[in-house]
């Protein structure tokens, strides 16, 4: 059996024309001059955009780049500004020399406020002959004898804390301090003592420094300390207490130069009867 075509006698050749029509009318657009430089116009702008986008994503990405720079150099500078802050803390309340502590340390002294209800007594040590170390030996010499007497007294402090706080019950606020004065003299905080046990610990600190000689190139030297003693009942502030253990250590030393003379004295009426 024929299947039916459809002819030019059924539609006319204009309705074929006309179901062509569409395919045609496409290729006619694309092909006008005018949409032809509508697309490409469309393609260079989306090729401009992409130009701007990238260069604005460098920009970021540059600038990006720049504040993580920032942020490290003020990282860099809070980091050597809190070590200045630190290192001015240090200077202010220790002796670079010696590593005790220095009056500035307790604002109760400089500001001459009520001694802390722990203060029982306050001892002052000055470093006998101190003048004739430096003379003989030259001032970087000096400097080793403050150090070993320090270090000695705070030795011997902490001995008594341990003794009497043990190592779990020890109150930082509340613990012996050695304090630098200035030159070669030195401050003992005493807390929770009695006057007797301050006398005792004053003859502690004599013996202990003198036990201990320092070795200056080829000699060894015996250092002795003169010590003065306040308790806490001659005066309300360090200030007045500072004064009265001064005044006591002078005494102390004029004893002490009193005893050696004496010695002297006598071992030399000992050795004339021979």
């Not at 400097?143 to 043990?166: F, H, K, M, N």
């Not at 009942?233 to 004029?254: H, N, Q, V």
Request: proline share 4%; hydrophobic share 40%; charged share 25%.
């Amino acid at each position: 059996m024929t299947a039916h075509r459809p002819s030019y006698d059924q539609y006319g050749p204009e309705d074929h024309h006309a179901q062509n029509n569409g395919a045609g009318d496409v290729r006619q657009e694309i092909d006008h001059p005018t949409s032809r430089h509508t697309v490409e116009a469309s393609t260079a702008q989306l090729a401009f955009i992409a130009i701007q986008n990238g260069l604005e994503i460098r920009v970021l990405r540059a600038q990006n780049q720049l504040l993580i720079g920032t942020v490290a150099e003020l990282e860099k500078k809070n980091r050597i500004l809190a070590l200045k802050v630190e290192e001015q803390r240090v200077r202010n309340e220790f002796d670079l020399l010696t590593g005790v502590r220095v009056r500035s340390a307790y604002p109760w002294i400089i500001e001459d406020q009520p001694l802390p209800p722990a203060v029982s007594a306050v001892l002052f040590i000055d470093v006998n002959d101190f003048k004739e170390v430096n003379d003989k030996y030259g001032h970087a010499a000096g400097d080793v004898v403050l150090r070993e007497i320090a270090l000695t007294i705070q030795s011997a402090i902490r001995t008594w804390d341990l003794y009497r706080y043990g190592t779990d019950h020890m109150d930082a606020r509340e613990r012996d301090e050695i304090i630098r004065s200035g030159g070669d003299e030195f401050v003992i905080i005493l807390n929770h003592c009695s006057p007797r046990v301050a006398r005792k610990r004053a003859d502690q600190i004599r013996l202990a420094v003198h036990e201990h000689p320092i070795r200056l190139g080829s000699d060894l030297l015996h250092v002795s300390i003169s010590v003065g003693i306040a308790p806490r009942s001659l005066g309300r502030t360090f200030r007045e207490l500072a004064l009265a253990a001064d005044s006591d250590m002078y005494a102390d030393k004029a004893s002490m130069k009193m005893s050696i003379a004496y010695g002297d004295r006598k071992a030399s009426l000992t050795n004339s009867n021979l």
